[in-house]
Each structure stands twice: as C-alpha cells, then as structure tokens.
C-alpha cells in the first residue's frame, strides 16, 4: 500500500527521505510489517499527547528526542479540542440567541420598489471586513489607516449606495467570503497568532451585527427578493463569524419574509442561479490549509477545483462556473486560464492592515456588484480612497 509519509515518519520507518512533491509528502510503498510499524508510531503520538501532563489542546507540537534522533510532531488532538471548545460556545450562544428572538423580533411589512427588466440578478461580493483590525497599533505603520466603527458606517453607506445606483433586477444576491471578523481575543482561529485589535469581542460582535441588520434593512424595500451568503469557514472568523452571521440570519428572516440568509460551514460550496453557478469559498479554512488558493491559477489550483466541479456535477454546456474567493485581498479576475471556469479574487473591505503595509504595499479595498443577464454580465468595481482609511 502507498502512503503520504512526513520526512520524520519515513526516517524513523527506515526510508531515505524523498523531496516534496508539487502535491505534497511524497508517497512510500509500505508492506505489511511497514504499516503496522506506522500504526505503533501513531498510537505513540496520541498515548503521548494524552498523558502530557499540560492541556493539549494548548500544545500544537511535539518535540521527541533521544540520544540518536529528533523527531517534530504535530498534535493530532490539538484541532480537535478546539473544535470542541468552539462548538461548546457556540451551542450555548445559539440557545441564548433563540431565545431572545423569539420574545422581541417582530415581522415588519415590506413594499419592495418592482422595475421592468430583462436582468436576471444583481450580485454584490464583498470580503474581509476584519472587524476590530487595528491597522496602525503603535501610530507609526507605514501608511496609517483608521479603522473602526465610525469607518465602517461610512463604507456601508458608499455600499448601498452603490448597490441602488447599479440596480437592474428585482433579486439581489450578497456574498460576504469571509474574514468579517478579524479574529476572537485577537487571535486568528489556528491561535498563537496575536492580532492588534481595537475592540473587545463583545464590542466587535455589536458593530458586526449592526452592519448587516442595517444593511439589509434599507435594501430590503428595494428588492423583491434579497439572498446573502455568509462564509464561516476561514482563517480569522471561524467561530466568531458563525455567532455573528447565526444571530443575524434568525433575527432578519424572523423580521422580513423576502430574505433567504446561508451561512456557508463547508470550505467550498456553490450556489445555482439561473444558468450560472458561484463555487464559493474564503481561499483559505481555519484548520487544514496553511496555504490557501492563490491568487493566481496553478495546475495543483485547477486539479482541485475541477474536481470540485466533476464530484458536483456542475461541468455542463448550460452552465456558466464562476470560482470566487476572498483572503489575498487582491483585485485579479482570471476568464482564459481554465475553460471551465473563471477564477475570480475580490479585494479586501477593510483597509490593509500594519503587517500588509509592511510586507507588501500600501494595498487597495473595495468591492464588486455585478448585474446578470442569461448570456452576459456588467460588473461595478469600487475602491476606497485612502484618505477615507
């Protein structure tokens, strides 16, 4: 049988350690006796991990050595008692959540505006809003940048007015694609990250849920019919994300009857319209990927995302693929290098933060609405000056 080996877990199997390959560790034939000697060494890795006498969920590696060898190990039951923390607060937060919506939200009567036209849709994309980033900590980052609650009102307004300018349908469809938030205790969802942030998470989770309810709340008598897309599975928001996006979906559709909230717990995942399909993901998720999709197609990028296409049935004449994703905040749309799909990467909401101003460049946030028709399709990018940052 062949197997994925880390170079350690090769060495201590008696192999010569290959390189990496494009796809990763490379594989190893292993024979019976090898597999059972693997299966020893990973039952030592976890009896390790369950009798350290700190909690493992704190430990993310494992430093073994002897006299003869050095062997770094990963926690495997580090992610797993994350996972399980993060799922036990959000249980608890959606009991409360359900609660309280159900005594005090109350259905409102809406007169959507009907216009005559041949567009299918509007679409509005937006991504990586970092709510609570402080994107100049120690008032000395190379660009500066303000970004609070007051900053983030002021981008919302330019968004719905944007949004009515370029309307030309009676259904608006919004993707957020993650990173809304910029991370719980100011820490990204892997931990071990510090994040300078400007608000408390109490705090964060106010100014968040404000957003989208007044959002919505102007657009909702403009469209006759309002979806919104909420990506949780991403490498700041994770947990934070889906408390924000949970709490906003029960309290609006128990609030208006023309709104359809999901909020997206699969790393990818796609949505049909019409004759178009949006594979939808943040690039990047909070547990398996250190390295995202990049912002520019590789053939390991289209492998995975045809695949993708061809385990979901969506490689179709009749159906036109667009991929979209968020993290590089990067604004590069790509229609030629696949001909089954266009890759597309939207730039960040919220200003570039002090590490992006220091490692790369000044940057450039924004967003996209887009009007479809059955064969063809407009689109209205928009950039923040940088004076409004």
């Known amino acids: ?20 390959t494009i796809h990763g560790n490379p594989r190893y034939y292993l024979n019976a006796e090898k597999l059972e000697q693997l299966e020893k060494i990973n039952k030592g890795i976890l009896d390790s991990c369950n009798t350290l006498e700190v909690n493992p969920a704190t430990v993310k590696h494992l430093w073994k050595k002897t006299k003869d060898e050095s062997v ?7 992610v797993e008692q994350q996972d399980k923390a993060f799922e036990e607060i959000i249980n608890k937060l959606d009991a409360n959540i359900n609660e309280v919506i159900e005594k005090s939200v109350k259905r409102c009567k809406t007169k959507p505006k009907i216009i005559e036209s041949n567009c299918l849709f509007d679409m509005t994309v937006f991504t990586d809003a970092h709510i609570a980033m402080n994107p100049n900590p120690n008032g000395f980052s190379l660009y500066g940048g303000k970004w609070d609650a007051e900053e983030l009102n002021i981008r919302k307004n330019i968004l719905i007015n944007k949004i009515l300018e370029t309307k030309k349908s009676n259904k608006l469809i919004i993707f957020d694609l993650g990173d809304f938030m910029d991370g719980w205790d ?7 990250h510090k ?4 608000m408390s998470n109490e705090e964060a989770f106010d100014v968040a849920l404000d957003f989208k309810i007044s959002l919505i709340d ?9 979806d919104i897309i909420n990506i949780n599975d991403d490498n700041h928001s994770g947990a934070f994300s889906y408390v ?3 709490s906003f979906k029960r309290f609006i559709e128990k609030r208006y009857n023309n709104i359809n909230v999901i909020n997206q717990r699969k790393f990818i995942d796609h949505y049909i319209y019409n004759n178009k399909v949006f594979v939808a993901t943040h ?3 909070g547990v398996n990927l250190r390295f995202g999709f990049k912002p520019k197609l590789d053939a390991v990028q289209i492998e995975k995302i045809e695949n993708y296409l061809f385990e979901n049935d969506l490689v179709s004449k009749n159906l ?12 590069i749309f790509d229609n030629s290098t696949s001909q089954k799909f266009k890759y597309w990467n939207f730039p960040a909401f919220s200003p570039s933060s002090n590490w992006v101003q220091t490692n790369f460049k000044k940057g450039l946030s924004g967003f996209y609405n887009f009007n479809f028709k059955k064969d063809s399709y407009s689109q209205h990018p928009y950039y923040f000056k940088w004076e409004n940052n």
């Open 195 to 198: 994040l300078p942030q400007n």
């Open 320 to 331: 036109e693929v667009f991929f979209i994703k968020g993290d590089s905040h990067q604004d």
């Open 283 to 285: 690039g990047k998720d």
């Open 72 to 78: 770094f190990i990963k926690n495997p039951l580090f």
């Open 1 to 20: 049988m062949k197997k994925r080996l880390k170079p350690e877990v090769a060495k201590l199997l008696g192999f010569e350690p290959k390189p990496k």
């Open 244 to 246: 924000v996006n949970s």
């Open 218 to 226: 102007v657009l909702i008598n403009e469209y006759k019919e309002i």
């Open 186 to 192: 100011g820490e990204t969802v892997r931990k071990g």
